[in-house]
């Protein structure tokens, strides 16, 4: 089991960067692909990013692909997110999640960190 913890979230201007931290706690860390989630007022949870259990593979949304860097630190039980770059539209909740590898769902969550983004 995985409990996951985000930070990170704020106040940022169009244009700018900001940088989500996922603190996990458990043993088995590193057996759970991990992912970042996000949900704007009035809309569905969407994927934006995630990371491979052996950090060697990462995917992204169209929309976020060459603005947000998923990164993850095994050592550290830590996943980053680092958007740059960032429009009005990436103004949501956004939400750590773990799959354990060969589940193919996303089992835990975290709370979320709200990100604002001001025109």
């Known amino acids: 089991q995985v409990q996951l913890v985000e930070s990170g979230g704020g106040l940022v201007q169009a244009g700018g960067s900001l940088r989500l931290s996922c603190a996990a706690s458990?043993?088995?860390?590193?057996?759970?692909?991990m992912g970042w989630f996000r949900q704007a007022p009035g809309k569905e949870r969407e994927f934006v990013a995630a990371?491979?259990?052996?950090?060697?593979?990462?995917n992204y949304a169209d929309s976020v692909k060459s603005r947000f860097t998923i990164a993850r630190d095994n050592v550290k039980k830590m996943v980053y997110l680092q958007m740059a770059g960032v429009t009005v539209e990436d103004t949501a909740l956004y939400y750590c999640?773990?799959?354990?590898?060969?589940?193919?769902?996303?089992?835990?969550w975290g709370q979320g960190t709200q990100v604002t983004v001001s025109s």
């Open positions: 999640a773990a799959n354990l590898v060969g589940t193919g769902t996303y089992d835990y």
């Open positions: 458990g043993r088995t860390f590193s057996r759970y692909n």
């Open positions: 990371v491979s259990w052996t950090d060697a593979i990462t």
